[in-house]
């Protein structure tokens, strides 16, 4: 087999096989932002239809007091919105004209409730198939500050996934697998990707475990890309010091994001 050739942007690590197979990696989180001391929590709740290529999502958003937050939603297709503001009654935010939402500054704290639907349908960074999901594109709303992200997605059987996350479990509940992460460092955005993976993993340190991601089709290539990218890390580690993140992944991708 062909070593991989690689490169490192500021936002992903990228590996292209021979084959022109291509990969996403995720070393948790590269696109770490600089974040305030008390960042919002934003939560996701995903679900999937496979037969009609789209995403139904729901989001709880909890803004610290004296907080300004600008919510970008882009083209996508808000459903609805609810704003709680301290102990006064709920009530629907208006949608502005560029599709954003918009918070007023407040002494107390603010949970954003906002839900929205999105067709995948493989003609951008984003795609919802039977063979795979990835969504790398715009597929949330996006805050124009860093906030601290945690997903829960039912997805289809037999499927796994993976996102920015220091937490990471998938469970089997109600006859579904349930993924559930958390991260704790602050971003603007997050990245996800589903499918039926074999996923195998290797220790690099006390700390950092690197894992791999792959379709049945290509499970062979697993042990090599972890003892790679583990030598890989190592290298890396003595000439820039520890790996900040405890997990590093290779994760192949239907799309062609390398």
């Given at each position: 087999?062909?070593?991989?050739?690689?490169?490192?942007?500021?936002?992903?690590?990228?590996?292209?096989?021979?084959?022109?197979?291509?990969?996403?990696l995720f070393s948790s989180n590269i696109t770490q932002a600089f974040a305030s001391e008390d960042p919002p929590r934003y939560s996701i709740n995903l679900s999937f239809n496979i037969e009609t290529?789209?995403?139904?999502?729901?989001?709880?958003?909890?803004?610290?007091?004296?907080?300004?937050?600008?919510?970008?939603?882009?083209?996508?297709?808000?459903?609805?919105?609810?704003?709680?503001?301290?102990?006064?009654?709920p009530r629907i935010l208006k949608i502005h004209s560029d599709n954003t939402l918009r918070l007023p500054i407040i002494a107390s704290e603010q949970t954003l409730h906002v839900s929205w639907t999105?067709?995948?349908?493989?003609?951008?960074?984003?795609?919802?198939?039977?063979?795979?999901?990835?969504?790398?594109?715009?597929?949330?709303?996006?805050?124009?500050?860093?906030?601290?992200?945690?997903?829960?997605?039912?997805?289809?059987?037999?499927?796994?996934?993976?996102?920015?996350?220091?937490?990471?479990?998938?469970?089997?509940?109600?006859?579904?697998?349930?993924?559930?992460?958390?991260?704790?460092?602050?971003?603007?955005?997050?990245?996800?990707?589903?499918?039926?993976?074999?996923?195998?993993?290797?220790?690099?340190?006390?700390?950092?475990?690197?894992?791999?991601?792959?379709?049945?089709?290509?499970?062979?290539?697993?042990?090599?890309?972890?003892?790679?990218?583990?030598?890989?890390?190592?290298?890396?580690?003595?000439?820039?010091?520890?790996?900040?993140?405890?997990?590093?992944?290779?994760?192949?991708?239907?799309?062609?994001?390398?």
């Open positions: 087999m062909r070593k991989p050739n690689s490169f490192f942007s500021k936002f992903h690590f990228f590996l292209l096989l021979g084959t022109m197979l291509h990969l996403i290529a789209e995403l139904t999502a729901t989001s709880k958003i909890s803004v610290p007091a004296n907080t300004k937050f600008v919510l970008q939603c882009g083209a996508l297709n808000i459903t609805g919105n609810q704003l709680v503001e301290g102990n006064q009654t999105l067709s995948g349908s493989g003609d951008s960074d984003n795609l919802i198939s039977k063979d795979g999901i990835t969504l790398a594109g715009f597929w949330h709303p996006i805050p124009e500050q860093a906030a601290l992200f945690s997903i829960n997605a039912q997805l289809p059987p037999d499927f796994s996934g993976i996102t920015e996350s220091d937490e990471l479990t998938v469970t089997r509940e109600n006859n579904q697998n349930v993924l559930k992460s958390s991260f704790h460092q602050a971003l603007n955005t997050v990245h996800f990707i589903a499918g039926p993976y074999e996923i195998r993993s290797k220790a690099v340190s006390e700390t950092t475990s690197i894992y791999t991601y792959f379709f049945k089709e290509d499970a062979h290539l697993a042990e090599e890309y972890l003892e790679q990218g583990s030598q890989y890390l190592t290298r890396y580690e003595k000439l820039i010091g520890p790996y900040p993140y405890s997990r590093f992944s290779i994760v192949e991708n239907r799309l062609p994001t390398g």
